[in-house]
Nanobody, 126 residues
Framework: QVQLVESGGGLVQAGGSLRLSCAASGRTFNSYVMAWFRQVPGKEREFVAAISASGDNTDYANSAKGRFTISRGNAKNSVTLQMNSLKPEDTAVYYC???????????????????WGQGTQVTVSS
């Protein structure tokens, strides 16, 4: 079992930055691929970024490439999403997710994730 708690959301102007954090419980955190997804009302939850359990592979949605960076600290049981050059269309509830997969695998598919946080709101004003 893994419990995930996100933090760091808020209101920011377009062009600004935010850093989201996800704290995970459990002693086997470094066995899980970690990801960020986001969702706006009326739309499906979409993939943003993922990092492998080993930390050596990452994957990003096209909308996030070049602006967002995912990283993990296995010693601290945490994963972060650094978001730069934010746009109004980045406004969403951001969710942290975890899945138990082999060490170097990254998974951009929502249905592959077993554990989810409660979400944190990110609002980007124009």
């Amino acid at each position: 079992q893994v419990q995930l708690v996100e933090s760091g959301g808020g209101l920011v102007q377009a062009g600004g930055s935010l850093r989201l954090s996800c704290a995970a419980s459990g002693r086997t955190f470094n066995s899980y691929v970690m990801a960020w997804f986001r969702q706006v009302p009326g739309k499906e939850r979409e993939f943003v970024a993922a990092i492998s359990a080993s930390g050596d592979n990452t994957d990003y949605a096209n909308s996030a490439k070049g602006r967002f960076t995912i990283s993990r600290g296995n010693a601290k049981n945490s994963v972060t999403l650094q978001m730069n050059s934010l746009k109004p269309e980045d406004t969403a509830v951001y969710y942290c997710a975890a899945a138990l997969v082999p060490p170097s695998i990254v998974v951009p598919i929502r249905g592959s994730y077993d554990y989810w946080g409660q979400g944190t709101q990110v609002t980007v004003s124009s």
